[in-house]
């Protein structure tokens, strides 16, 4: 009798610990959800779309996040389905950020999914709809970072975000996002006293598809694509000869590819050209739906810019008529 005594104590007592464990393990659970940190060495799991957004918001973030984007140099977000192993990265994440306005329009299943069990936010459609561009058919252009004020805007909803979900951390992530804004900031003056050198009547931008819309409008440079606002969109013969009108009517002295976009469409503009007498070069590749490759200067929102400045400068300024 006072052995089985003893062993119900006994098992008493290993309940009351495993108890006792099972609160601890939950409180702490609870206190990381607050803060919002994940066992991903304790920083939010963020993962983006497009590069534009994952770097500005890995600084803004800083030492409290780990940013990953699901789209690299090259890839083009209008074409793009999420693989397997997207899914299972949005899945794993604590926040996803995209851009919206139809950007990645072939993901938009896979973002209403995971938003049933995530913190998900389209962060350029809080930019006022007045501020957006619309093309003939009334679609939403969705390049928006070629506009810097607008993409402060895109990007004061991506903070708005990480404050709300980790409210500990916000005047860090305030902090951070103030001093990103005074680089854009001086960014946008040094882009417009460069674009201001080149002649009016050469400020014409000829490029594969739609994207330079927000940036024409902040320069006061014409803008032609080949393409429209989404690379889905197909090329004609008859956009191709429009576009050689244009550039013959103007003198455009350079084309330009996209590092992002088939350069065939404005080789088949120089060709045509050509035959009909005039000689065009091109101008260089400009990033338009993607940066560069991460580590280098154009793998940055602030490099990516600046190269494409620089890029059309020198292109548009530098040859002679």
């Not at 459609?125 to 939403?140: C, Q, R, V």
């Not at 004061?156 to 990480?162: P, R, S």
Request: aromatic share 8%; glycine share 8%; net charge negative.
């Amino acid at each position: 009798m006072q052995k089985r005594k003893s062993k119900k104590h006994l098992f008493s007592g290993i309940s009351i610990l495993l108890f006792v464990m099972l609160s601890l393990v939950g409180c702490s659970g609870d206190k990381k959800k607050e803060v919002g940190a994940t066992d991903n060495e304790g920083k939010i799991n963020i993962v983006t779309t497009i590069a534009q957004i994952a770097e500005p918001v890995a600084i803004i973030g800083g030492e409290h996040v780990k940013v990953e984007s699901l789209m690299g140099p090259g890839v083009d977000p209008h074409l793009y389905k999420a693989t397997q192993g997207d899914i299972k990265k949005l899945e794993q994440s604590d926040i996803v950020l995209y851009s919206g306005l139809n950007l990645e329009g072939n993901m938009t299943e896979a973002f209403e999914n995971i938003r049933k069990k995530k913190t998900v936010s389209a962060i350029s459609e809080a930019i006022s709809e007045d501020k957006l561009l619309n093309d003939e058919d009334g679609a939403t252009d969705p390049h928006v970072w070629f506009d810097i004020e607008l993409w402060k805007t895109s990007l004061e909803e991506a903070t708005k975000t990480l404050k709300e979900y980790a409210p500990d951390y916000a005047d860090d992530f305030e902090k951070n996002k103030e001093e990103y804004f005074a680089k854009l900031d001086e960014l946008l003056e040094e882009s417009k006293a460069k674009i201001s050198e080149i002649p009016k009547e050469k400020r014409v931008l000829v490029t594969a598809h739609d994207a330079f819309g927000y940036f024409g409008r902040a320069y006061d440079i014409d803008v032609v694509g080949l393409q429209g606002l989404s690379t889905e969109d197909e090329i004609g013969i008859s956009d191709i000869d429009d576009t050689i009108e244009i550039i013959m009517e103007h003198n455009v002295p350079s084309v330009f590819v996209e590092s992002s976009v088939n350069q065939n469409s404005i080789n088949a503009v120089i060709e045509g050209a050509k035959k009909k007498g005039l000689e065009i070069n091109l101008g260089g590749e400009l990033y338009s739906d993607a940066m560069g490759n991460e580590g280098t200067e154009e793998g940055t929102y602030i490099g990516m810019y600046q190269y494409n400045v620089n890029t059309i400068f020198e292109a548009l300024q530098g040859v002679e008529e």
